[in-house]
């Protein structure tokens, strides 16, 4: 059975930092693309950052290039998100996906809240 588990959620104040993590079990960690995807209040959910197989390439989102950090620890089955300078707008439940070509699996979600 295969598992994915976000931790790491919380509450922050704008500009400050959270690192997420999410721990994959049942699976062959390796060879899944891992992501990141939030979904904010009343919004749909959009993709924030990938991190490919051997963790050498990485995209982001638009809206957190150069603020937010994804990796990979294949040893571990981890991977994380390092978040810094928070803005309110990227409150949000946090989701993580590990894909292949023929499956993709979600994690339940943590939350983060950006707020003075």
């Known amino acids: 059975q295969v598992q994915l588990v976000e931790s790491g959620g919380g509450l922050v104040q704008p500009g400050g930092s959270l690192r997420l993590s999410c721990e994959a079990s049942g699976l062959t960690f390796s060879t899944h693309a891992m992501s990141w995807y939030r979904q904010a209040p009343g919004k749909e959910r959009e993709l924030v950052a990938v991190i490919t197989t051997p963790g050498d390439y990485t995209t982001y989102a638009p809206s957190v290039k150069g603020r937010f950090i994804i990796s990979r620890d294949n040893a571990k089955n981890t991977v994380y998100l390092q978040m810094n300078s928070l803005k309110p707008e990227d409150t949000a439940v946090y989701y993580c996906?590990?894909?292949?070509?023929?499956?993709?699996?979600w994690g339940k979600g943590t939350l983060v809240t950006v707020s003075s």
């Open positions: 996906k590990a894909g292949t070509i023929t499956e993709i699996y």
